[in-house]
């Protein structure tokens, strides 16, 4: 039986692999700063709710 062997990486297959790596890393670090520049908005802004609001 023949196994089947991946070609070897090319350049061009190496760059393609570290600039994904790379993407995902600044979705990573800009989800991080969306959600904390939101929680910090969220707490400047956080007015009193009305009880009778609440239900």
Known sequence: MM???QPPMTKYDQF???ANE????FERREREF???DREERAAQ??????RNELH
Do not use: D
């Not at 790379?22 to 890393?25: E, G, T």
């Not at 802004?45 to 009305?50: D, E, F, G, R, Y």
């Open 3 to 5: 196994k089947h062997a």
């Open 16 to 18: 393609l692999q570290q």
């Open 22 to 25: 790379q993407m995902l890393a």
């Open 34 to 36: 969306r959600k904390q």
């Open 45 to 50: 802004l956080h007015l009193p709710i009305p």
